[in-house]
């Protein structure tokens, strides 16, 4: 059975970092695409950052230059870097699994069939 869960998510205050880590268990997290995707109160899910099966990656435009999408294969673990913080990234943050071959990194939400149960992260000014 495919699971992930996250951790890291916390208070911060803007300008300050945070660091999210996602653990993955009952499959290979090289063997999938991942994704990192984030929902604030009254908001639609959106998609933040991806990595495909051969390192590729996507960013959200609201998020490029700030966010890192990494992965250890090694301890089969999805990570985000999250600099320069702003309120406006105040959400749950959720990491996903794309289980299909031929996956290519991807924020769209539609892509991913395995959520995890979400991180909060705080950002206030």
């Known amino acids: 059975q495919v699971q992930l869960v996250e951790s890291g998510g916390g208070s911060v205050q803007a300008g300050g970092s945070l660091g999210l880590s996602c653990a993955a268990s009952?499959?290979?997290?090289?063997?999938?695409?991942m994704g990192w995707f984030r929902q604030a109160p009254g908001k639609e899910r959106e998609g933040v950052a991806s990595?495909?099966?051969?390192?590729?990656?996507s960013y959200a435009d609201s998020v490029k230059g700030r966010f890192t999408i990494s992965q250890d294969n090694a301890k089969n673990t999805l990570y985000l870097q999250m600099n320069s913080l702003k309120p406006e990234d105040t959400a749950m943050y959720y990491c996903?699994?794309?289980?299909?071959?031929?996956?290519?990194?991807?924020?769209?939400?539609?892509?991913?069939?395995?959520w995890g149960q979400g991180t909060q992260v705080t950002v206030s000014s």
């Open positions: 996903a699994a794309n289980r299909w071959p031929g996956c290519r990194s991807s924020l769209s939400l539609i892509d991913f069939g395995v």
């Open positions: 990595i495909g099966r051969d390192g590729s990656t």
């Open positions: 009952g499959y290979t997290v090289r063997s999938f695409c």
